[in-house]
């Protein structure tokens, strides 16, 4: 029986359906684009504004402290307020954001700037998926958003080479003023064609502490591990340092005392969610340092283009967008636990095989392999992921569980662009020499790696095989209240597929019918 469709609910085969998918495509495209295109113009934004490499690690992290800060309550103000209205907030903010950073005169301003994009990005994020779930019939969701995260993922998989090919033409500047037209088409199509949606059972107070709280931790740490290797142990980095802690320990007791926290620890009480969250942890920690140095690397050390490095990136996103619908069947058959441990086992032999990528590398026989090893442990490991984090909890608190194992993954990747230049003795300078920097980076794939196996050993000890057959990862026993809710099957993933390398989709789940006798 088909979920009931509210009264004025657009059909995809509609002009109407085709014009909310061309929106939510465009907004999302922003974001993953933006996500991908940035990296690649690190070496360039670095020598124009002369920069030292930690203002290269903050052209990143800006960004994330404040996406992964307030993603969760980007969600809450859309089904609020109202999801377009909140959804062309964020891209207008993030259009805004982006010609800033263009214009950025130093690095202060462009970092700035990165920071208010972030802020952007956490209101279009999940507002784009949140579009399709609320407006389209139900019959044709699954379509809606199978073009959705196709689309995306093709975005995803081409930012790199349009990256290059904008550093390499007319400068590093226009990778941000490329998100100013798709805004220019975006926002217009969304106010003439786009119904607006709330969900009426969203009430209470925002948590908006929570949210200050949580980007503060991870923006005093952040600032703390980038300022080391140049201050070493003193107070104007040991101070943030224990600021971000003690932001840290009140945003956790924050989130426990409040009737509506933004991060309802509750969700924890599962095994499996804490375990597969904690696996999450490990691999976009690793997947953040790695696709931070990588293309650093290929431009500093193996002398390439910024084309040519983006070029070179592009097979690990490919291979993502073609086999990812087929790795989530594979989860389903054989249960996540061997995914899991497999795929960050392969990623992390795709790393020890990167250090070969050194001065005078060839791209078939030292690069390739070593991304064509990443990107198939990629394939293997996040579309099983986010299937047992929603199958993890209470079908009606899936869409959320998704919303925090995305900011867990965006928050692991920003440490570990702060950390993984410190641990591996990287200093400011580094990226001015090949031979510097060459040394460094085999010190660091390492340290990813071994991220990644720890990963995969969490993986192997804490996930069930079965976690993907019963609601919420529990298992009744017979006669319990509980028993009922068994013969539901779990929620499962909607989005098919997925390119996007800096965390796992953002994903509300199909909610699931009961099974007839």
């Known amino acids: 029986m088909a979920d009931s469709a509210p009264p004025d609910a657009v059909r995809l085969s509609s002009a109407a359906g085709r014009w909310v998918v061309l929106t939510t495509v465009l907004g999302s495209a922003m974001a993953l684009l933006d996500s991908t295109v940035v990296n690649v113009a690190l070496p360039r934004i670095g020598l124009d504004l002369g920069a030292d490499l930690g203002v290269l690690q903050w052209t990143v992290n800006a960004y994330m402290v404040t996406l992964a800060g307030l993603i969760l309550l980007g969600?809450?103000?859309?089904?609020?307020?109202?999801?377009?209205?909140?959804f062309v907030v964020g891209v207008v903010w993030f259009a805004l954001a982006s010609l800033l950073c263009g214009m950025a005169p130093?690095?202060?301003?462009?970092?700035?700037?990165?920071?208010?994009?972030?802020?952007?990005?956490?209101?279009?994020?999940?507002?784009?998926?949140?579009?399709?779930?609320?407006?389209?019939?139900?019959?044709?969701?699954?379509?809606?958003?199978g073009l959705w995260s196709g689309f995306g993922g093709v975005g995803a998989?081409?930012?790199?080479?349009?990256?290059?090919?904008?550093?390499?033409?007319?400068?590093w500047r226009w990778v941000f003023f490329l998100n100013v037209p798709l805004?220019?088409?975006?926002?217009?199509?969304?106010?003439?064609?786009?119904?607006?949606?709330?969900?009426?059972?969203?009430?209470?107070?925002?948590?908006?502490?929570?949210?200050?709280?949580?980007?503060?931790?991870?923006?005093?740490?952040?600032?703390?591990?980038?300022?080391?290797?140049?201050?070493?142990?003193?107070?104007?980095?040991?101070?943030?340092?224990?600021?971000?802690?003690?932001a840290g320990v009140a945003f956790v007791y924050t989130e426990r005392v409040?009737?509506?926290?933004?991060?309802?620890?509750?969700?924890?009480?599962?095994?499996?969610?804490?375990?597969?969250?904690?696996?999450?942890?490990?691999?976009?920690?690793?997947?953040?340092?790695?696709?931070?140095?990588?293309?650093?690397?290929?431009?500093?050390?193996?002398?390439?283009?910024?084309?040519?490095?983006?070029?070179?990136?592009?097979?690990?996103?490919?291979?993502?967008?073609?086999?990812?619908?087929?790795?989530?069947?594979?989860?389903?058959?054989?249960?996540?636990?061997?995914?899991?441990t497999?795929?960050?086992?392969?990623?992390a032999a795709g790393m020890l095989l990167m250090t070969r990528a050194g001065v005078g590398a060839v791209y078939w026989r030292d690069v390739l392999p070593a991304l064509v090893v990443m990107g198939l442990g990629m394939v293997v490991l996040v579309a099983p992921l986010t299937a047992t984090v929603l199958a993890s909890v209470d079908v009606g608190r899936a869409g959320l569980a998704s919303?925090?194992?995305?900011?867990?993954?965006?928050?692991?990747g920003l440490v570990a662009v702060a950390a993984l230049p410190l641990l591996a003795g990287m200093g400011p300078e580094a990226y001015r020499s090949a031979d510097r920097f060459s040394d460094s980076f085999r010190r660091a794939m390492p340290i990813c790696a071994a991220v990644l196996v720890v990963g995969a050993l969490i993986a192997w000890r804490t996930v069930r095989a079965d976690?993907?057959?019963?609601?919420?990862?529990?298992?009744?026993?017979?006669?319990?209240?509980?028993?009922?809710?068994?013969?539901?099957?779990?929620?499962?993933?909607?989005?098919?597929?997925?390119?996007?390398?800096?965390?796992?989709?953002?994903?509300?789940?199909?909610?699931?019918?009961k099974r007839r006798a």
């Open 342 to 347: 497999v795929g960050p086992l392969l990623c």
């Open 106 to 145: 130093s690095a202060g301003v462009l970092i700035g700037a990165r920071a208010l994009q972030g802020v952007g990005g956490a209101l279009l994020t999940p507002g784009s998926l949140a579009l399709i779930q609320s407006v389209i019939h139900p019959d044709d969701r699954a379509r809606a958003v």
């Open 75 to 86: 969600g809450a103000l859309g089904d609020r307020f109202g999801r377009r209205r909140v």
């Open 467 to 513: 976690a993907l057959e019963r609601v919420g990862g529990a298992e009744p026993e017979p006669g319990e209240p509980g028993e009922e809710a068994a013969e539901e099957r779990p929620c499962r993933p909607e989005c098919a597929y997925h390119c996007g390398v800096g965390a796992p989709p953002l994903d509300p789940g199909e909610r699931p019918r």
């Open 258 to 340: 409040r009737p509506e926290p933004m991060l309802p620890l509750t969700l924890f009480s599962s095994r499996q969610f804490t375990a597969v969250n904690a696996v999450t942890l490990c691999v976009y920690a690793a997947f953040g340092g790695f696709f931070f140095l990588v293309v650093l690397n290929l431009q500093v050390v193996v002398g390439y283009s910024a084309l040519v490095a983006g070029t070179a990136l592009m097979p690990t996103t490919l291979l993502m967008l073609l086999l990812s619908a087929r790795s989530g069947e594979l989860g389903k058959r054989i249960g996540p636990r061997i995914p899991l």
């Open 157 to 171: 998989a081409i930012g790199p080479f349009v990256g290059g090919w904008l550093v390499d033409g007319p400068g």
């Open 403 to 412: 919303g925090i194992n995305n900011a867990a993954a965006r928050a692991a």
């Open 183 to 246: 805004a220019a088409v975006c926002v217009p199509v969304a106010l003439r064609h786009v119904p607006e949606s709330r969900d009426p059972r969203a009430h209470g107070r925002f948590d908006v502490l929570g949210a200050v709280l949580g980007a503060l931790a991870l923006g005093l740490v952040t600032y703390a591990l980038i300022a080391a290797p140049q201050r070493g142990a003193s107070l104007s980095v040991v101070l943030p340092a224990v600021g971000g802690l003690l």
